[in-house]
T-cell receptor
Framework: GAVVSQHPSRVICKSGTSVKIECRSL??????MFWYRQFPKQSLMLMAT?????????EQGVEKDKFLINHASLTLSTLTVTSAHPEDSSFYIC?????????????FGQGTRLTVV | GDSVTQMEGPVTLSEEAFLTINCTYT??????LFWYVQYPGEGLQLLLK?????DKGSNKGFEATYRKETTSFHLEKGSVQVSDSAVYFC?????????????FGSGTQLTVLP
């Protein structure tokens, strides 16, 4: 099956610094990737849709300048949490689908546990 | 809007016990329903799915039936194994089943003891 790799799996950073999370499709090309966030004991919430070669589409309430998304190639999307604060501490997870009509199964990365201290 | 309500965990069972994880949903229209599983240190994997009412999804001994009348998609397994220990997510898609439209439940941590 298709593999999506996410890195790092855990990161601790100081308030005010920026953190970059990478999401790679290892054995397929993904024109679209998705970023989710999960608070403790809550659902995964879609943050944004990452489109290769164009701007990301953000969900309502998600700050574009806070969560910078870059999808510069068909196998890599990055999420940068800028000027991180403790309230940004969360579990972030990406997903991608195989290209082509009818290929709707989502493949997920391992997730990144971000802790801002 | 769409929502998924999932049985809260954690759930701890002995090996060979019967498992049920409840999942109910609210959606406009006719969603597709999914169960995803996340093993320790790994990403979410699709466990099973059902795309219309009365469909039964099954995989690895797990089953779930799409019940439109009760808006439910409960996950069951007759005899769990230690290797089934993981977090299970119920999810719905409000059209087409694309990843864009997935709405997740909060997840249920399952621990199976030998």
């Amino acid at each position: 099956g298709a593999v999506v790799s996410q890195h790092p799996s855990r990161v601790i950073c100081k308030s005010g610094t920026s953190v970059k999370i990478e999401c790679r499709s290892l054995d397929f090309q993904a024109t679209t990737m998705f970023w989710y966030r999960q608070f403790p004991k809550q659902s995964l919430m879609l943050m944004a849709t990452s489109n290769e070669g164009s701007k990301a589409t953000y969900e309502q309430g998600v700050e574009k300048d806070k969560f910078l998304i870059n999808h510069a190639s068909l196998t890599l999307s990055t999420l940068t949490v800028t000027s991180a604060h403790p309230e940004d501490s969360s579990f972030y997870i990406c997903s991608a689908s195989l290209p082509g009509q009818g290929k709707t199964e989502a493949f997920f990365g391992q997730g990144t546990r971000l802790t801002v201290v | 809007g769409d929502s998924v309500t999932q049985m809260e965990g954690p759930v701890t069972l002995s090996e060979e016990a019967f498992l049920t994880i409840n999942c109910t949903y609210t959606a406009t229209g006719y969603p597709s329903l999914f169960w995803y599983v996340q093993y320790p240190g790994e990403g979410l994997q699709l466990l099973l799915k059902a795309t219309k009412a009365d469909d039964k999804g099954s995989n690895k001994g797990f089953e779930a039936t799409y019940r439109k009348e009760t808006t439910s998609f409960h996950l069951e397994k007759g005899s769990v194994q230690v290797s089934d220990s993981a977090v299970y997510f119920c999810a719905l898609s409000d059209g087409g089943g694309s990843a864009r439209q997935l709405t997740f439940g909060s997840g249920t941590q399952l621990t199976v003891l030998p």
